[in-house]
Nanobody, 118 residues
């Protein structure tokens, strides 16, 4: 199983980016999917979560600006990031609970860098 994240880049404050993450491999089912981020010198933090049924939750720091969504048929999760701030600069990682080869496991993508300039 692999998770491939994409969509990061350099954007000015107030701008928008859309991150994508697609899962591939021998996958029977995907439960929760998440986005984390890790800023330089800081611990990795949970940004947003979406369940298989579409329920979402997000960190207070991004509420009202970031929207997580998913396409179950395409085994994908997205993060629409609007009104970006310099403090959103970080490497963003996707994460998912996946049933593969008769067991559940939590898998991580490789990370995509988001840089927000002031």
């Amino acid at each position: 199983v692999q998770l491939q994240a994409s969509g990061g880049g350099l954007v000015q404050a107030g701008g928008s980016l859309r991150l994508s993450c697609v899962a591939s491999g021998s996958i029977s089912s995907i439960n929760a999917m998440r986005w984390y981020r890790q800023a330089p010198g800081k611990q990795r933090e949970l940004v947003a979560t979406i369940t298989s049924g579409g329920r979402t939750n997000s960190a207070d720091s991004v509420k009202g600006r970031f929207t997580i969504s998913r396409d179950n048929a395409k085994k994908s999760v997205f993060l629409q990031m609007d009104e970006l701030k310099p403090e959103d600069t970080a490497v963003y990682y996707c994460n998912a609970d996946i049933y593969s080869d008769s067991r559940w496991g939590t898998y991580w993508g490789q990370g995509t860098l988001v840089t927000v300039s002031s």
